[in-house]
């Protein structure tokens, strides 16, 4: 079946730096993808959906200068969170549509980012 | 290894009663959420488990056993607007998100 690979996994790293986060879709040809924010025991929070060739558009209250979103290919989209600080610290997951009818949204495992 | 089991697609008429059934393995267990989607959309949050029994919003239900690792989601007074997959996924003791492949409903009139 259809597979979103997500990496990393987990991250830790130090306030004002910067980290990226790959998403890329093994086998088909994400021509929509989604980012999502998680903190533990909520809901999956919409970041941004970005399309393969175009900006991404974010939703209301996400920094798009923190939050920079690629979308250079059909497989592979990166999100990089620019001068972490410790309350960027979430788990984000991504998501890939083939954006064909009734194509189904598949999902990447997730980056669990901590800033120290 | 992790596994998440719903079906993969089931039929309700308008009006009626379904009940979504997910059973889980999977290492540790920090919660258990439904998401629907409709397609090429992105997933909307319905519900969150982490204690066991019957949370009840409007009309949809979600039910938790964690001891038999199972869930399930009810959806009453089915309207046209339900058909959509539903996503059964769990955070695992690293707070990872294991996701089961969903359950398309079909809801005819």
């Known amino acids: 079946g259809a597979v979103v690979s997500q990496h990393p996994s987990w991250v830790i790293c130090k306030s004002g730096t910067s980290v990226k986060i790959e998403c890329r879709s093994l086998?088909?040809?994400?021509?929509?993808m989604f980012w999502y924010r998680q903190f533990p025991k909520q809901s999956l929070m919409l970041m941004a959906t970005s399309n393969e060739g175009s900006k991404a558009t974010y939703e209301q209250g996400v920094e798009k200068d923190k939050f920079l979103i690629n979308h250079a290919s059909l497989t592979l989209s990166t999100l990089t969170v620019t001068s972490a600080h410790p309350e960027d610290s979430s788990f984000y997951i991504c998501s890939a549509s083939s954006g064909e009818d009734n194509s189904p949204l598949h999902f990447g495992n997730g980056t669990r980012l901590t800033v120290t | 290894g992790q596994n998440i089991d719903q079906p993969t697609e089931m039929t309700a008429t308008e009006g009626a009663i379904v009940q979504i059934n997910c059973t889980y393995q999977t290492s540790g267990f920090n919660g258990l959420f439904w998401y629907q989607q409709h397609a090429g959309e992105a997933p909307t949050f319905l519900s969150y488990?982490?204690l066991d029994g019957l949370e009840e919003k409007g009309r949809f239900s979600s039910f938790l056993s964690r001891s038999k690792g199972y869930s399930y989601l009810l959806l009453k007074e089915l309207q046209m607007k339900d058909s959509a997959s539903y996503l059964c996924a769990v955070l695992d003791s690293n707070y990872q998100l294991i996701w089961g492949a969903g359950t398309k409903l079909i809801i005819k009139p």
């Open positions: 488990n982490v």
């Open positions: 086998d088909f040809q994400a021509t929509t």
